[in-house]
Antibody, heavy 121, light 107 residues
Framework: DVQLLESGGGLVQPGGSLRLSCAAS????????MSWVRQAPGKGLEWVSG????????DYADSVKGRFTISRDNSKNTLYLQVNSLRAEDTAIYYC??????????????WGQGTTVTVSS | EIVMTQSPATLSVSPGERATLSCRAS??????LAWYQQKPGQAPRLLMF???TRATSIPARFSGSGSGTEFTFTISSLQSEDFAVYYC?????????FGQGTKLEIK
């Protein structure tokens, strides 16, 4: 059964940091690109960052560029998102998602249940 | 950035009836368009990709059409489990933007 399980969210003060993780199972992780997508409370979906299957190519939304870093460990079947210099507007549920192929310019066919990040003093 | 505009924002339809959702792109995305369904408290679920190809296990009552800048998503006969929020998303140009969503509610 294909599964994505996020962890690492929590309550953090403005300017703080977290590392989000996404453990993948049920598919050949190193064959597929992965992304992080977030959803602020009561709002729509925002694509945050994507990484190719090899990890050699990454991209970021302008809203997080320079503050967030996506990475993956294919030996551990795990995706990461290092989030630094957090702002109130980063408060959201963060979903990891699997793409349909090795590059992130494709649809996302499997989603995790999300991990919640709350930025507040 | 490509702006995706969905209409209507809310659609009220009775079970068994047909629902038609629209999605417009601010510039051409070819057929690189996906549709997702999201129910309260759940993650999004892929329904359609390539504008008109159903994802695995998605029932035939769901269909999609369009190319370029104009897209349509149709549910032919609404079931109770179909009432949810639907998002379109383009994956033609980074950043891969979503529409703001259409809430499909029971009439």
């Amino acid at each position: 059964d294909v599964q994505l399980l996020e962890s690492g969210g929590g309550l953090v003060q403005p300017g703080g940091s977290l590392r989000l993780s996404c453990a993948a199972s049920g598919f050949t992780f190193n064959n597929y690109a992965m992304s992080w997508v977030r959803q602020a409370p009561g709002k729509g979906l925002e694509w945050v960052s994507g990484v190719s299957s090899s990890g050699g190519s990454t991209d970021y939304a302008d809203s997080v560029k320079g503050r967030f870093t996506i990475s993956r460990d294919n030996s551990k079947n795990t995706l990461y998102l290092q989030v630094n210099s957090l702002r109130a507007e980063d408060t959201a549920i963060y979903y990891c998602a699997k793409h349909g192929g090795p590059y992130y310019y494709s649809f996302m066919d499997v989603w995790g249940q999300g991990t919640t990040v709350t930025v507040s003093s | 950035e490509i702006v995706m505009t969905q209409s209507p924002a809310t659609l009220s339809v009775s079970p068994g009836e047909r629902a038609t959702l629209s999605c417009r792109a601010s510039q051409s995305v070819n057929n690189n368009l996906a549709w997702y369904q999201q129910k309260p408290g759940q993650a999004p679920r892929l329904l359609m990709f390539g504008a008109s190809t159903r994802a695995t296990s998605i029932p035939a009552r769901f269909s999609g059409s369009g190319s370029g800048t104009e897209f349509t998503f149709t549910i032919s006969s609404l079931q109770s489990e179909d009432f949810a929020v639907y998002y379109c998303q383009q994956y033609n140009n980074w950043p891969y933007t979503f529409g703001q969503g259409t809430k499909l509610e029971i009439k």
